[in-house]
């Protein structure tokens, strides 16, 4: 049962309310975008990284720049990027290495990849193949 009290408090309340407004949300980016790359400068995934991070700054109107950070096979820049704020300023351009192979290969990892990253897009493929010398007795 609503009483008396409650009404008088609703109606009170009310004109402040809807003085106040819709909430606005806040437009995106308002600052610069990084974009970790987990090698060194220079390799294919880097490329790509920098090709994008380009048209992206062109679209956004804000700074995209690519962060390079190499080593332990690609576990540093993973682990950097999943302690970041969760906010869309930290990206994380990585191939199958540290997201996929990582977790099987290395023990002792700090972060869970599977749990830490949520896929965004696919930016590139890139086929692998496997040589042997022709007198080699595999051949498939």
Do not use: W
Request: with cysteine; charged share 10%.
């Amino acid at each position: 049962m609503i009483t008396r009290r409650q009404i008088c408090a609703g109606i009170a309340v009310a004109p402040v309310v809807a003085a106040t407004g819709p909430a606005m949300a806040q437009s995106f980016p308002t600052r610069p975008i990084r974009v970790v790359v987990p090698y060194a400068a220079g390799g294919g995934t880097d490329a790509v990284a920098r090709v994008v991070a380009h048209g992206m700054t062109a679209k956004l109107g804000q700074q995209v720049f690519v962060e390079n950070i190499a080593g332990a096979g690609g576990n540093i820049s993973t682990q950097t990027v999943a302690s970041a704020p969760p906010d869309g300023y930290t990206v994380l351009q990585a191939n199958q290495g540290p997201i996929a192979a990582n977790p099987h290969l290395f023990k002792g990892l700090k972060i869970d990849t599977v749990q830490a990253f949520s896929p965004v897009t696919l930016i590139a493929a890139a086929p692998l193949l496997v040589v042997v010398p022709a007198k080699s007795e595999f051949t498939s």
